[in-house]
C-alpha cells in the first residue's frame, strides 16, 4: 500500500483475519497515522499514563470491549500508574509473527479511547 493512511481510516477499519504482514516500507505511514507508537522488532508498543491506579484499570476495562470486538489480543503491562501495550498479528510470517494492519486499527482505537477518557 503507497497511499497515505489516516487516523480516520484507522478508526473506521475492522481487524481480520490475516497471514500478510506489513512490508518494512508502509510502517512509517501507518506509524504516523498513530503518534506515540513505536516499531519493536516484529510488533509496535506505546506506553499510556494515568493518575492511579483506578485510571490505569478504567482504561484497561475500556478497551477489553474494542480487544474483543476485534478479536485482536495484545500483551498488557499494567502498574499503578502506566499500561504498556504491545500488539503483533501471530498468524502473519508463517505463523512467526509480525507487524499487521490489524494491530494498526488496534492502536488508533486504543488512542481514541484514552484521549476521549484520560487525557
Same mark, same amino acid.
Given at each position: ?37 513505536? +516499531? ?71 488512542? +481514541? ?7
Amino acid at each position: 500500500m503507497t497511499s497515505t493512511i489516516s487516523t480516520s481510516y484507522l478508526l473506521a477499519k475492522k481487524s481480520l483475519p490475516t497471514t500478510s504482514a506489513l512490508a518494512a516500507q508502509e510502517l512509517p505511514n501507518y506509524l504516523a497515522a498513530t503518534p506515540g507508537w513505536q +516499531a519493536d522488532g516484529a510488533r509496535i508498543t506505546k506506553t499510556f499514563d494515568f493518575k492511579n491506579y483506578y485510571e490505569t484499570l478504567a482504561f484497561i476495562n475500556a478497551i477489553a470491549y474494542v480487544i474483543h470486538a476485534e478479536d485482536h489480543h495484545p500483551e498488557l503491562v499494567t502498574t499503578y500508574n502506566r499500561c504498556i501495550i504491545r500488539l503483533d498479528t501471530h498468524s502473519v510470517n508463517e505463523g512467526k509473527g509480525g507487524i499487521s494492519e490489524n494491530d494498526f486499527i488496534c492502536a488508533a482505537k486504543f488512542d +481514541a479511547i484514552y484521549q476521549q477518557s484520560f487525557s
